[in-house]
Every structure is written in C-alpha cells, then in structure tokens.
C-alpha cells in the first residue's frame, strides 16, 4: 500500500519559511507520477482544508487563495517527493499539514501529517 510521510515542519517566526516534504513509497502497478498529491492543513477546532495541489500529468498546480504568492509545490518524480515551499508564514498558518495521493480519484492515501508553529 501506498505510504506517505510528511516532514519539515517545526517552530518558526512569523516572515519565515519553511519546506515541508512529503515521501511517498509502496507502489504496485502505477508509479508516483501517476498521482496527484494535494497538500492539507487541519488547524485546533477547524476543519481540514486544501491548500494546494499538483498534478499527475502535466505538473499543473492549484493554489487556494490564502497561500497565493506565499506557498509554492513541486514534486521530484525521480524522488517520489512532493514539497510544499512556505514563505512569510502567518500565525494563521499554524497546523498540522497532511499531504495526499490521489490515483485517477479512484483511490486516495493520507500521510500522518507534519506540525507547523507560527510565532507573531
């Protein structure tokens, strides 16, 4: 089964950056760049929202509003590893990110998530 494991989070000052990676191993019969990987985000009391993703295909990206012009993905096939680059950090991005692997919408893999903390 298809394994996601998020890292790069920690502490930061708010104007920060961060790098959060996601890894992804255990494929049978299709490979990593036949999925798209979104990125997630899950703050205390709120609900998970998507951020972002890229797509399987062309490369093409999605940016929710909130994070346009500060947050960029990309992915390294040869890696099996998709990034989410997080620049001038807000407060209000404290949370614990989750990343996805979606095949074809037909099946969908979670990573166990990556704890951002943002200081004003």
């Known amino acids: 089964e298809v394994q996601l494991v998020e890292s790069g989070g920690g502490l930061v000052q708010a104007g920060g950056s961060l790098r959060l990676s996601c890894a992804a191993s255990?494929?049978?019969?299709?490979?990593?760049?036949?999925?798209?990987i979104g990125w997630f985000r899950q703050a205390p009391g709120k609900e998970r929202e998507g951020l972002s993703c890229?797509?399987?295909?062309?490369?093409?990206?999605y940016y929710e509003d909130s994070i346009k012009g500060r947050f960029t993905v990309s992915r390294d096939n040869a890696k099996n590893t998709v990034y989410l680059q997080m620049n001038s950090l807000k407060p209000e991005d404290a949370a614990v990110y989750y990343c996805?692997?979606?095949?074809?919408?037909?099946?969908?893999?979670w990573g166990q998530g990556t704890q951002v903390t943002v200081s004003s």
């Open positions: 996805n692997a979606d095949l074809y919408s037909s099946h969908d893999y």
């Open positions: 890229i797509s399987s295909s062309d490369d093409s990206t």
């Open positions: 255990g494929f049978t019969g299709f490979t990593f760049d036949d999925y798209a």
